[in-house]
């Protein structure tokens, strides 16, 4: 190799080899840093975007899930207030039979028209009970939950705000505003109440079951979801120390050299001065 004095080349490429591993030792910094192996979108363009849609759809799946929980808690409020329906009912219907009883005098079935007209009152309470300022109980409505990341309706639950008022079909006959006494009703009249608030809990019953599985089905999906962002985004500690180690020593390596080829012009120093 000839010996010259304008250019270093064994230095140019030690500072080169240099730069590269100081380089690359700065993005293993980063990455462990950081916990993440792209901490730039030239790192892994495809990737990125990829992480960034997962990463989204993980947590809309996790904001479902509180949207499902609160429907849950509104159902359970809602058989809450229906319990307490039919355990007045039941007392309506004790006080019914007891009404019948041919040895009451009429101070006897004044009192037990007062108990009832108490209860009337409560029923008639527990009809516009809320949660959260919603409705529980309405006519002929129901709540839209969503248990899909999409918002797709072909998925959504519905929630019914059961007609607790109905005649037909709720407690209706039971509190009307004609029924001032327990004279004006009969056993099956109130039979059929107890039976329609029944029919009320069962449903509540299978909407919250629902809710329950369609709740489950998210937390899976976001779990899977979460550990897909996982895999592509975050960094293999094990892997990266090892590199980091790696660079560390060639840039301590390359600095020396460095040192050395820079050393070497003295060479042709001395060939020149003898």
Do not use: C, H
């Amino acid at each position: 190799m000839s010996v010259v004095i304008n250019s270093n080349i064994t230095a140019s490429l030690a500072a080169n080899n240099l730069a590269y591993s100081n380089q690359m030792l700065q993005e293993s910094l980063t990455k462990l840093s950081s916990g993440s192996k792209i901490v730039s979108p030239a790192d892994d363009p495809g990737g990125l975007a990829v992480s960034m849609k997962l990463s989204a759809t993980a947590n809309r799946d996790g904001d479902l899930e509180n949207n499902v929980s609160d429907a849950t808690s509104l159902l359970q409020t809602q058989d809450g207030a229906l319990q307490v329906a039919g355990s007045i009912l039941d007392r309506v219907s004790q006080l019914e039979t007891l009404y019948q009883d041919p040895t009451k005098n009429s101070s006897d079935l004044a009192n037990y028209d007062d108990e009832f007209t108490q209860l009337q009152s409560e029923l008639t309470s527990l009809t516009s009970e809320s949660f959260n300022g919603v409705s529980l109980f309405s006519t002929g409505t129901s709540l839209t939950v969503y248990t899909t990341e999409d918002l797709s309706s072909t998925s959504a639950i519905s929630v019914s705000q059961q007609d607790l008022a109905s005649t037909s079909t709720g407690i209706g006959a039971i509190n009307a505003s004609s029924v001032t006494s327990l004279s004006d009703l009969t056993l099956s009249d109130i039979t059929s109440a107890i039976q329609n608030v029944a029919s009320m809990r069962a449903v509540n019953g299978a909407e919250q079951s629902r809710l329950s599985f369609a709740n489950t089905m998210l937390t899976t999906n976001q779990t899977n979801l979460q550990s897909a962002v996982s895999n592509i985004s975050d960094v293999n500690v094990a892997q990266e120390t090892t590199n980091l180690a790696k660079w560390n020593v060639l840039v301590q390596a390359g600095t020396a050299m460095l040192t050395q080829a820079n050393q070497s012009a003295q060479t042709t120093l001395k060939l020149i001065t003898g």
